[in-house]
């Protein structure tokens, strides 16, 4: 990927993180998080980009495929398809409106169901009626 961003001189828009001890503060600055993705679990990552407001496009696998729902809180693609990946980069990239709407309602889902007292209130119900 390095290589093909260097030699279509992609790489002033494309960045490579690598690994960062600060990845909040590095996140924050990010026009979309990209996830192309062959299995996942329940990827965090794309939870903490959902709760910084960084849209995601991913790939539809694992817990990804759980957790998205596509072109509402973030957009999914098929794995190993790197044409649909690309267009579907462009797309975000270069309609704001949309990368707002996705990332808006991303943030409210993950607000809303993944957050520690999101869980243990949804626990404590699955508890309660299982005690009642």
């Known amino acids: ?15 490579f993180a690598g690994f960062s001890k600060d990845v909040h503060a590095f996140m924050q600055g990010l026009d979309l998080l990209i996830m192309p993705s062959l299995r996942e679990g329940l990827p965090l990552t794309l939870l903490e980009a ?3 407001k960084v849209p995601v496009i991913a790939s539809n696998v694992g817990g990804i495929k759980e957790v998205l729902t596509n072109d509402h809180d973030g957009v999914l693609v098929p794995p190993k398809d790197p044409k ?17 709407h ?3 309602n991303a943030y409210a ?12 209130e949804k626990y404590l119900r699955v ?5 009642d």
Request: charged residues 20%.
């Open 84 to 100: 649909i990946l690309a267009e579907k980069i462009l797309e975000l990239y270069r309609n704001p409106g949309k990368r707002s």
């Open 1 to 15: 990927l390095k290589s093909y961003c260097r030699a279509h001189a992609l790489s002033s828009i494309v960045f």
């Open 50 to 52: 959902m709760y910084l």
């Open 109 to 120: 889902k993950v607000s809303s169901s993944f957050l520690a007292g999101a869980m243990v």
């Open 102 to 104: 996705i990332a808006d």
């Open 127 to 131: 508890y309660n009626e299982i005690l």
